[in-house]
């Protein structure tokens, strides 16, 4: 190769020199930001996460799979996965192999940064072609990749359902700049290398171009535009990427360590809270996860419009959208890049002033320790099988309005041999959760302070629950040492697995309903269908586990009303009865009473479920 | 030839839109879904507020609609409209002709094991206002006899007023049922408890404030403003009531040998099935819409097909028969207007 300008320079690299140091220069000040903004721990914790060889492999996994491969996509749907990797990973090629080039055949223009993107233009070939003749192949087969992604996306604008999505984000002002900028670049470069392709070569893309558009290409007077286009394409996509949803390719690129790093979300605006808020590629994938997307009105309140209002501080917005939600977590479940749409809501509303705060310091614990202090006189320590577990049962609120759960609860223990005791057999103090989701972290810590008292004065060694909101709470923010916090479904299944209850099967079709916080919140899935599956037929709805649909009757909603739920509960049961079940379980005492309202046939619990079997058994 | 009209549903609605047509020489033909007549009022044992056994006014009520034609277990499988003209095919397979189609189907009691928190059908010392009438009547149930009651509670608005149970109506009656059901048992039980749990008293009827005060100055009857939140079980079988009291402005705790659940009326499915097929717009309330809710109640906005009692929304008795006889004259002005 052999360079054809002495100075290795022209006026058309000037507005992409603009746009990268702009960029450079934005996303260096950000991420300093946003690490001064994380506490002082995390920051530590961050620091040394980065010297931890173990996070490191994961962090450089991660920066592949995640930002290049769009792995989460691939998963979801192959031509939305092929479209994002295609444009990534090709674009990431192209500069990886033009710094090669560069690097190989002028090395002494490593320093000058806009050499490797406009390489072609400064050089020409020479006899020793063929020894780079592997590289242009190389380039010009990523240009098209990359150009195949283009018109992949192109037709994802029109049609959206062929990539596997319903519905999709209705793009901002500077979305839509940035998106005909990066569409525009590619085209572009290939026009723009064709024209060099004669004089510094080039491969089966740009030769054949040369070749085709012959008469327009061999005028030189047309051939400085085309790269001063090229260029200002480039300077605008990087000087609108800050304020556009591309902003997610450099935030990224740091989200993934931090998340590596263990670090969650503490405050509603700044540090990891921030960095979410940037990291959102506004792809819509939590528009179609949305439980309240079955009513159009609700599509604008899904995590991809708090984060576009969050950027925009819209404060009015920003509180309507977090207020609505079910907090189902979904949408955190299936975002590609990890933002966590739930975490988020529940930090914006912890920020909020309120004038009155409930007091529950006067609640006397003392009463209800004495109560429950059950399993302190017994001498058995013995704790290695349920055979002589103390089993503390805490039923919750939302059990003691479906008193069935209870009842059967305690009936299937009982019939089981179990040693157990009601927590909150005359009344008892809530879990904290529902206090934890309106933001009201103060409030819960009291309550959690009060229950661990409880427990921890009751010498029980298991604490049994029903209600997967409390199990949630009690597995994630208590602290009991040496005491097993642990869900009716897995406890059965144990039980189930050591012989201690005898089920009778029998040809009911049941079909089971993930709940939100047992689900994704504590990643229960496999005790409760291995359960049922022993009492009967065990059918799937059309989208369950990781992507059950909430069935609308959450306590995280603060301002979804009794009516406006209706739908999103008719829409979770048309969901879970198309393989038609005879009955539908599940393992929440909200869930049941939500869908026994609507639903066309018996909703019921597991532990009745069970306690029927084993009665069954017995007669 | 005399006109035909069908009647749906042979409760005491149907029964005395048939005595005044046949009064009014007219061929009545009462369709009843069940094996005998009388609907929910058959069932009770003795009405406000002046103690009328039931059985009496159904029997008197049969009595005089005894010419009419009657068929028992039969329902209607289809109604399809001719020229003028309604076809009513019933599930025996009989298939009659009229002009006149009369909607007296009534309702449904609420099912009460909706509202789990409630423990009806889960705990065995809780019964419904419907079953306490059967208590009364056959003096049977296993709940109330061989027990020793010294505490029972009422909840009022069960299943109405309650959006979460998908009825938003007031069911009207059960204030005063349940204030007549505390005074009879009361009577039953001189040395029992007796508390009411109510949100709001509707006592809107001749004599019912009477009896509300007699209820309170004569038989010392507790009444508590506040809404039932949970009820629980204790080893002994009795029901732990939880609630809370919203004029002392505290929750209250009470252990009751017997609760019993005032059902409310909701809307009959049967006759949502019956009106779709001819297509009979349904209120939001899920009752039968009216053409107009002050004038004319009693019609619909169909030719020929009008509405008598709680096929429209709660009624008490007395209001059923009157629109009972409101609508034999609707259809008895419109006979004589068409012969003219």
């Not at chain 1, 018109?151 to 999709?168: P, Y």
């Amino acid at each position: 190769m052999r360079e054809i300008y002495l100075s290795g320079y022209n006026n058309f690299v000037l507005p992409f020199m603009l746009g990268m140091i702009f960029v450079l220069s934005w996303c260096i000040i950000g991420a300093i930001r946003v690490i001064l903004q994380l506490p002082k721990e995390d920051r530590k914790r961050f620091f040394m996460s980065l010297v931890n060889p173990k996070i490191m492999l994961k962090n450089i996994r991660d920066w592949f799979c995640d930002c290049l491969f769009h792995v989460k996509l691939w998963k979801r749907n192959k031509l939305l996965g092929y479209m994002h990797s295609s444009i990534a990973f090709g674009w990431f090629m192209i500069i990886v192999i033009g710094h090669i080039e560069v690097f190989l055949y002028t090395p002494e223009r490593v320093h000058q940064i806009w050499y490797p993107i406009f390489f072609r233009y400064f050089v020409a070939v020479t006899e020793s072609t063929m020894k780079g003749s592997f590289f242009f192949f190389l380039m010009d087969f990523f240009l098209l990749v990359i150009l195949s992604g283009i018109t992949l996306a192109i037709i994802k604008r029109v049609r959206s359902r062929l990539f596997g999505m319903r519905r999709t984000t209705r793009a901002s002002i500077t979305d839509l700049i940035g998106l005909y900028a990066l569409w525009s670049i590619f085209p572009l470069r290939l026009l723009a290398e064709g024209f060099t392709a004669d004089i510094s070569g080039g491969s089966f893309l740009t030769k054949s171009l040369n070749g085709v558009l012959h008469s327009f290409l061999s005028d030189h007077m047309n051939m400085l535009p085309t790269w001063w286009a090229y260029s200002i394409a480039l300077g605008i996509f990087m000087c609108i990427l800050p304020f556009s949803r591309y902003m997610h390719i450099p935030a990224e690129i740091l989200l993934i360590p931090m998340r590596n790093a263990g670090i969650k979300v503490r405050h509603a605006r700044k540090g990891f809270a921030k960095l979410q808020v940037y990291s959102c590629p506004s792809c819509g994938v939590c528009i179609d996860a949305c439980p309240m997307g079955a009513v159009k009105a609700n599509i604008k309140d899904t995590t991809v419009y708090l984060n576009r209002q969050i950027k925009r501080y819209n404060e009015k917005r920003i509180e309507e959208i977090s207020d609505k939600c079910l907090l189902c977590g979904k949408c955190t479940a299936l975002c590609p890049v990890g933002v966590e749409g739930d975490r988020m809501r529940i930090a914006q509303r912890s920020i909020r002033k309120y004038n009155l705060s409930p007091d529950y310091s006067n609640i006397d614990e003392n009463m209800l320790l004495e109560r429950c202090n059950k399993f302190v006189s017994s001498t058995n320590n013995d704790v290695s099988s349920t055979q002589n577990q103390k089993v503390l049962y805490f039923a919750g609120c939302m059990t003691a309005l479906t008193p069935v759960i209870s009842k059967s609860t305690q009936s299937v223990l009982q019939k089981a041999g179990i040693k157990f005791e009601m927590m909150d057999k005359d009344g008892g103090i809530c879990c904290g959760r529902p206090m934890l989701m309106a933001g009201r972290k103060e409030q819960a810590e009291e309550m959690v302070a009060k229950n661990t008292a409880i427990i921890k004065a009751s010498g029980a060694d298991t604490l049994l629950l029903s209600c997967p909101i409390c199990y949630k709470i009690f597995k994630e923010k208590y602290h009991l040492e040496g005491i097993e916090v642990i869900h009716h479904t897995e406890f059965f299944d144990r039980l189930i697995n050591e012989g201690r209850l005898s089920i009778k099967g029998s040809d009911t079709r049941f079909v089971y309903h993930d709940p939100c916080e047992l689900g994704r919140g504590c990643g229960v899935y496999e005790e409760p269908r291995r359960v049922i599956g022993r009492a009967g037929v065990l059918v799937e709805a059309d989208k369950n586990g990781k992507e059950s649909i909430c069935c609308g009757g959450s306590l995280g909603s603060l301002t979804l009303s009794f009516e406006r739920r209706k739908a999103l509960t008719e829409n979770a049961l048309n969901n879970l009865t198309v393989a038609s079940p005879d009955v539908i379980a599940t393992a929440c005492p909200l869930c049941r009473s939500t869908f026994n309202r609507y639903s066309d046939r018996p909703v019921k619990d597991i532990a009745e479920i069970i306690d029927e079997a084993t009665r069954r058994k017995n007669r | 030839m005399k006109e035909i009209v069908v009647i749906i549903g042979g409760g005491i609605a149907g029964l005395e839109a048939a005595s005044q047509l046949l009064k009014l020489g007219y061929t009545p033909i009462i369709v009843e879904k069940s094996g005998q007549l009388g609907g929910h009022v058959a069932q009770w044992n003795r009405l406000f507020p002046d103690m009328t056994p039931a059985k009496d006014l159904v029997s008197d009520l049969i009595a005089s609609s005894k010419d009419a034609n009657i068929f028992l277990n039969a329902e209607i499988s289809f109604i399809n409209r001719l020229k003028d003209n309604y076809n009513v095919m019933l599930s025996n397979g009989i298939s009659i002709i009229s002009r006149y189609i009369l909607f007296t189907t009534g309702f449904r009691l609420f099912e009460a094991q909706k509202k789990e928190e409630y423990g009806y059908g889960i705990y065995n010392q809780v019964i419904t206002n419907a079953d306490l009438e059967h208590w009364f009547n056959t003096g049977k149930d296993d709940r109330i006899n061989g027990k020793e009651i010294k505490s029972i509670g009422f909840v009022h608005c069960v299943g109405s007023r309650d959006e979460k149970a998908r009825n938003s109506q007031c069911s009207k009656v059960c204030c005063i049922t349940a204030i007549k059901q505390a005074i009879e048992m009361k009577e039953k039980f001189p040395d029992a408890e007796i508390y009411c749990f109510y949100m709001d008293l509707r006592l809107f009827g001749k004599k019912f404030e009477d009896f509300y005060i007699k209820a309170q100055r004569d038989h010392g009857i507790h009444f508590i403003r506040g809404r039932v939140s949970e009820v629980s079980e204790n080893i002994d079988g009795n029901v732990i009531v939880k609630a809370e009291d919203t004029l002392l402005g505290k929750p209250i705790k009470v252990t009751l040998n017997l609760l019993v659940l005032m059902s409310g009326m909701v809307c009959n499915p049967d006759s949502t099935r019956s009106a779709s097929m001819l297509s009979l717009p349904i209120d939001s309330d899920g009752f039968l819409k009216s053409s107009d809710n002050v004038m004319h109640i009693t019609s619909s906005p169909r030719n020929g097909i009008y509405y008598a009692g709680a096929c429209t929304g709660p009624k008490t008795v007395p209001e059923t028969l009157a629109e009972a006889r409101s609508a034999v004259l609707e259809i008895h002005s419109r006979i004589i207007g068409q012969q003219k």
